[in-house]
């Protein structure tokens, strides 16, 4: 009898069980753990300094070659062109299996090179490779962050920073997980980020799907929840890559770094099903039917919005080429070419060009630049770690900071932008004329403003010309930094990274065809392009400060207040 009453109670809770667990992982906030995930493996870009001293080496390229890599490794990952058209015409799994499948594709066939497994490729064939990988985190952006921006509209502020800094996070993530899976051995991590990114999105390709947006009371709070996790992994991460430097970790040590950074991972997962909990509760309580009410509209506001409705038809049917010229006011919605050939958008391209061009060059040639100083290798993927750990900060705190400039003292985001690019500037002149640790320094505040131009670029380009091309508008302004890459890396460092090494040779009478590899030693091989990526840096700043006195007016005024109005 008692048996029979016990297993009766054990299905009754197995039951109530059941239908949970289903809402959990059909709810909005398993969405938003799942895309946390996503974009923690978004990120594989950042790693490039880290494998490139592989690619180097094993197929005998010199500076100038495993530059041009770079500039098609940001080629793809800053031109989401394509992701965004096919995510307006298909579901988000289809745009997160196609990224799943480029991921996959691109870093196998560069692992199979590295590992000498297939035939050396010719260089178009790897510049295809990796600008293939590449571009698949643009894919997961389309995917996982648009989907969930339009499952909480009125918190994307806060939901873009979360999974953007989770993606800056991302590189530090996987140097932790490959020192445990594969012990210093950087070209077993190229594989890591072939099948580790793909893998979260084939499993949570199901999940990640728009929602009916529903507001809930303590939204915020519930995000702040998931920022103060984020934060406390950023400062673990930062703490384990600074005590690996000074202790040799075992692998069993490794191992438990690791899981430490898994469990944080998955502790928003915690937080989802809390709140998945209270809506289940809520779902329990008996509803009053609500009282009936008609509202009888008055006359003239019918007149009005059939005004209204009429302008509406009349400005749809305008063509994008009709009002090139006629630009509204900042704040408003510009079309795509009002806003392309618009005096604000040319200086930011060009203030990106400058800052975000140069921020990328100092990342690709991280690991090089580690090696002519004569750092360990072991330091040099430290350097890397700073730089994704603290891109994280510069991403998810200069929304917050620059929004409280903006509240209280009417302070120009703009005028963000000039800092960064100021502080960007110094942390290349001390790479130029290194001094004790100036690369521990160089890398934190080149990790910081990197991630902070970012996210300074899409708020203002949202900020003044309006939502409603929002998602062209930010991938074209984007567009300037892969430009400023190649440039930068390819057609200025680069060559004079080459020049210096073959000047080195020629002083042990040695020529490029009796090495495999040319490298250049000491604290000349990058002074004069150093030099040359602070004067560029710093004439971005200046660009941007004339930006800064053009939207002065603009940011003293209240620029939600449209939105406001419209809520």
């Not at 990120?43 to 300094?49: K, N, P, S």
């Not at 499993?203 to 920022?227: G, S």
Request: proline letters at 3%; aromatic letters at 12%; glycine letters at 8%.
């Amino acid at each position: 009898m008692s048996s029979s009453i016990n297993s009766s109670s054990s299905s009754r809770s197995s039951c109530g069980l059941c239908p949970f667990a289903v809402q959990v992982i059909k709810g909005r906030w398993f969405t938003v753990f799942a895309s946390f995930l996503i974009m923690a493996g978004a990120g594989a870009t950042y790693l490039f300094g880290v494998y490139s001293k592989d690619i180097k080496s094993t197929l005998g390229y010199d500076q100038t070659t495993l530059n041009l890599l770079g500039f098609f490794k940001d080629l793809g990952a800053n031109v989401g062109v394509l992701s965004g058209l096919i995510g307006e015409v298909t579901p988000a799994w289809f745009v997160l299996l196609v990224g799943s499948a480029m991921n996959f594709a691109g870093y196998f066939m560069i692992w199979l090179s590295v590992t000498e497994k297939i035939a050396k490729p010719k260089v178009w064939q790897m510049c295809l490779y990796i600008c293939l990988g590449a571009n698949s985190q643009n894919f997961a952006n389309t995917g996982a962050l648009v989907t969930c921006v339009k499952n909480f509209p009125e918190s994307r502020g806060v939901m873009l920073g979360l999974l953007k800094g989770f993606t800056g996070l991302s590189g530090a993530i996987f140097t932790q997980l490959y020192l445990a899976i594969y012990p210093n051995d950087s070209k077993s991590l190229i594989l890591l980020i072939g099948w580790l990114p793909a893998a979260l999105s084939v499993v949570f390709v199901y999940t990640i799907r728009p929602m009916k947006a529903v507001k809930q009371q303590n939204e915020l709070r519930v995000f702040y929840h998931f920022l103060y996790i984020s934060v406390s992994l950023a400062l673990f991460i930062l703490a384990m890559s600074l005590i690996q430097k000074q202790v040799a970790f075992s692998q069993a040590a490794y191992a438990g770094t690791s899981a430490v950074v898994c469990l944080f991972l998955f502790l928003p997962l915690a937080i989802a099903i809390r709140e998945e909990l209270v809506l289940w509760n809520l779902k329990k309580k008996p509803v009053d039917p609500p009282t009936e009410v008609s509202i009888e509209k008055p006359q003239e506001i019918q007149e009005i919005k059939d005004d209204s409705d009429l302008q509406v038809q009349n400005t749809k049917s305008t063509t994008c080429f009709g009002d090139i010229c006629n630009k509204p006011e900042r704040g408003e919605d510009y079309t795509i070419l009002q806003a392309l050939l618009s005096m604000d958008m040319m200086i930011l391209f060009i203030a990106t060009f400058c800052g975000l061009g140069s921020s990328l060059t100092a990342v690709d040639n991280l690991g090089q630049i580690g090696e002519s100083l004569g750092y360990p290798t072991k330091t040099i993927k430290t350097f890397v770690s700073l730089v994704s750990i603290w891109n994280y900060f510069g991403r998810v705190f200069s929304g917050f900071v620059s929004e409280n400039l903006i509240v209280k003292w009417k302070v120009p985001r703009t005028l963000m932008m000039t800092f960064m690019l100021v502080l960007s500037s110094l942390a290349y002149l001390s790479i130029a004329f290194p001094f004790p640790g100036s690369v521990y320094v160089a890398s934190v505040i080149i990790g910081v403003s990197f991630g902070a131009q970012l996210t300074l670029l899409f708020t203002i380009i949202s900020e003044l010309f309006g939502l409603k091309y929002f998602a062209t508008l930010f991938n074209c302004g984007q567009l300037a930094s892969p430009l400023g890459s190649y440039i930068l890396n390819v057609k200025v460092t680069g060559m004079l990274y080459d020049r210096e090494a073959l000047k080195q040779l020629a002083e042990k009478g040695l020529t490029r065809s009796s090495v495999k590899e040319l490298t250049c030693l000491g604290g000349q091989c990058y002074r004069l392009s150093f030099s040359i990526l602070a004067a560029v840096t710093f004439f971005g700043a200046l660009v941007s400060l004339v930006l800064v006195m053009r939207t002065r007016k603009f940011y003293k005024g209240d620029i939600y207040k449209k939105y406001r109005e419209a809520a």
